[in-house]
């Protein structure tokens, strides 16, 4: 069995009703929501580097503050 035989064997096990067809609206849909979701994951990352560095004497590295606002450089 070839892999495109495969492949070709393994979509048609899925189940179509549950699929979403890919078109430019729905994936610049996903591609935003994607983007925000790592926006927010960075937000909050950031935040927690900022509580550790204000408990402590550490300070955020240069690449830490360039991910937190790059208008700074």
């Given at each position: 069995?070839?892999l495109?035989?495969?492949?070709?064997?393994?979509?048609?096990?899925?189940?179509?009703?549950?699929?979403?067809?890919?078109?430019?609206?729905?994936?610049?849909d996903?591609?935003?929501?994607?983007?925000?979701?790592?926006?927010?994951?960075?937000?909050?990352?950031?935040?927690?580097?900022?509580?550790?560095?204000?408990?402590?004497?550490?300070?955020?590295?240069?690449?830490?503050?360039?991910?937190?606002d790059?208008?700074?450089?």
């Amino acid at each position: 069995m070839t892999l495109e035989e495969k492949i070709e064997e393994e979509r048609a096990a899925l189940e179509s009703t549950k699929l979403t067809p890919v078109t430019l609206e729905t994936f610049n849909d996903w591609k935003r929501r994607k983007a925000e979701k790592k926006q927010k994951d960075l937000e909050d990352k950031m935040k927690e580097e900022v509580k550790k560095a204000k408990g402590s004497h550490n300070i955020l590295s240069g690449k830490a503050l360039f991910k937190y606002d790059p208008t700074l450089f």
